[in-house]
């Protein structure tokens, strides 16, 4: 069989295989689009997925399958859709779906080309596009792995933000001497001023002093009163 014929058959099997998604430009040229499955949370719950297809473009080469066939790659992005969970937290809205990028197109294209490089002088297409397919699928699950260690990194901050709430501080040699010499300060200083309230009290005089001394105004009130008894006295005259 020769090359032509043997390119011929492969490109017939693989219309049978992918015929919804094989697309043929040419005799040597067709591209197959991988719809990619997307990745399962660990409590498989609902997930905004970025309904991705790996669009593998092939172009046999003149000596092909004894060459290598040449591989281009690139990303269709589909409808974010949501699969959904009633029970899960996942997913929610306003998440960004889980997707492949630029830099996971190179990581897939070295794929490619060692795979190509693995089954020469064999048609090699289909085992190319399923290997494609398995490690972009690995890549979307590891980027869901991921992202569910973050948002669990991020609630445990959380709760250890609201536990500190109710936690006082941990007591060391350290900050006890600290707190000990302003409570030292604190209780000299508190003296100092009971000291000067209690000297004011004692400077003051007792009520019986006020009135022994007539500092109320008693006595002069009573020595007032005889005084005007007396010119009232002789002030009368006897008729």
């Not at 889980?98 to 830099?103: G, K």
């Not at 294209?109 to 596009?129: R, W, Y």
């Not at 040699?173 to 302003?182: A, D, I, P, T, Y």
């Not at 006595?219 to 005889?226: A, I, R, T, W, Y």
Request: charged share 40%; no cysteine; net charge negative.
């Amino acid at each position: 069989m020769d090359r032509e014929e043997e390119r011929a058959q492969e490109l017939e099997l693989l219309q049978s295989m992918y015929p919804d998604e094989m697309t043929v430009v040419s005799p040597t040229v067709f591209t197959i689009a991988a719809q990619l499955e997307p990745p399962t949370p660990s409590n498989g719950g609902a997930l905004r997925t970025g309904n991705q297809s790996l669009l593998v473009r092939v172009e046999y080469t003149e000596n092909y399958p004894e060459t290598a066939p040449v591989i281009e790659l690139s990303l269709e992005q589909g409808q974010v859709e949501m699969v959904e969970d009633e029970d899960s937290n996942e997913g929610k809205v306003g998440e960004e779906p889980i997707v492949l990028d630029d830099s996971d197109l190179g990581k897939l294209s070295d794929k490619a080309a060692q795979e190509a490089e693995d089954n020469l002088g064999f048609p090699s297409v289909f085992a190319i596009v399923s290997s494609l397919k398995d490690q972009a699928e690995a890549m979307l699950q590891e980027k869901q792995v991921e992202r569910e260690r973050e948002r669990e990194a991020k609630l445990r901050e959380e709760e250890e933000r609201e536990q500190a709430k109710f936690r006082g501080t941990l007591v060391d040699r350290e900050n006890f001497f600290e707190w000990r010499r302003k409570f030292v300060a604190e209780m000299a200083a508190l003296a100092e001023k009971d000291d000067g309230k209690n000297e004011e009290i004692r400077k003051r005089p007792t009520g019986r002093e006020i009135f022994e001394k007539g500092l109320d105004g008693s006595k002069d009130s009573d020595d007032d009163g005889d005084e005007s008894i007396q010119q009232r006295v002789k002030n009368v005259s006897i008729s």
